[in-house]
C-alpha cells in the first residue's frame, strides 16, 4: 500500500523557518514526481511545488519562490520542504503527494499542520 | 494563470438523489480535468482524471464528462460516504490550480 506520512509542522513566529518531512512507502519513491500542496482555511488547496524523480530539478509557484525549498532523499524514501521568512498567510495543512502525471495528485498524505503566528 | 470554477459552492442532497457539479477553467484546458473528493477531518482523494476517467477503486456512481472550459461531475445515487466537499483540477498548466469547492451535505 503507498503510504505518505508527514511531519513537522508546528507553531512558528512570522519571519521563522520549519522544515517539513514527508516519508513515503509502498512504491519506489526514487521512480516518481513528488509534490507539496497547502490547504489554508478560507483559500481552498494551492500546489507549492514539485520535485523531478532524481532532485535534480524542483519547480515553485510564485507565492513560494525564493522562499520554500523542495528537496529529497531517495536513499530514506524521504520528501523535504524548507520553509523560510514565513508568513501569517502560510498557515495551513501542508500535503505531500505522488504526483501520477503533471498534477494528478494520489495518494495524498495525512497533512501536517503549519501555523504562523505571533 | 488558468482560473477554475465551480458551481455551486455548496449543495443539499439526500441518499439516492443524483448529484450534478459544475467546473469551470477560464481557458480552454482540453480533457486535462481531475477531480478530488475530500471528507471532514481528511485528506483529498483522486476520484477522475483526464475529465471522465476514475481512478482505481472509485465506485462506478461517479462519472465525470466535459472538454475545453466546461465540465461536470455526477453521482448516479448519492450513498452516505459520499457527503463530502468534491474540487476540480486543471492539470494542462502549471500550476495546476483548483477549484474552490463544492461542499455535498
Known amino acids: 500500500e503507498v503510504q505518505l506520512l508527514e511531519s513537522g509542522g508546528a507553531l512558528v513566529q512570522p519571519g521563522g523557518s520549519l522544515r517539513l518531512s514527508c516519508r513515503a512507502s509502498?512504491?519506489?519513491?526514487?521512480?516518481?514526481?513528488m509534490s507539496w500542496v497547502r490547504q489554508a482555511p478560507g483559500r481552498g488547496l494551492e500546489w507549492l511545488s514539485g520535485?523531478?524523480?532524481?532532485?535534480?530539478?524542483?519547480s515553485y509557484a510564485d507565492y513560494v519562490k525564493g522562499r520554500f525549498t523542495n528537496s529529497r532523499d531517495n536513499s530514506k524514501n524521504t520528501l523535504y520542504l524548507q520553509m523560510n521568512n514565513l508568513r501569517v498567510e502560510d498557515t495551513a495543512v501542508y500535503y505531500c503527494?505522488?504526483?501520477?502525471?503533471?498534477?494528478?495528485?494520489?495518494?495524498w498524505g495525512q497533512g501536517t499542520l503549519v501555523t504562523v503566528s505571533s | 494563470d488558468i482560473q477554475m470554477t465551480q458551481s455551486p459552492s455548496s449543495l443539499s442532497a439526500s441518499v439516492g438523489d443524483r448529484v450534478t457539479i459544475t467546473c469551470r477553467a477560464s481557458?480552454?484546458?482540453?480533457?486535462?480535468l481531475n477531480w478530488y473528493q475530500q471528507k471532514p477531518g481528511k485528506s483529498p482523494r483522486l476520484l477522475l482524471y483526464?475529465?471522465?476517467t476514475l481512478q482505481g477503486g472509485v465506485p462506478s456512481r461517479f462519472s465525470g464528462s466535459g472538454s475545453g472550459t466546461d465540465f461536470t461531475l455526477s453521482i448516479s445515487s448519492l450513498q452516505p460516504e459520499d457527503f463530502a466537499t468534491y474540487f476540480c483540477?486543471?492539470?494542462?498548466?502549471?500550476?495546476?490550480?483548483f477549484g474552490p469547492g463544492t461542499r455535498v451535505d
Open positions: 503527494v505522488l504526483d501520477l502525471s503533471g498534477f494528478r495528485f494520489d495518494p
Open positions: 509502498g512504491f519506489t519513491f526514487s521512480k516518481f514526481l
Open positions: 520535485i523531478a524523480p532524481g532532485g535534480e530539478s524542483a
Open positions: 481557458h480552454s484546458i482540453g480533457d486535462r
Open positions: 483526464s475529465a471522465s
Open positions: 483540477q486543471q492539470s494542462v498548466d502549471f500550476p495546476g490550480n
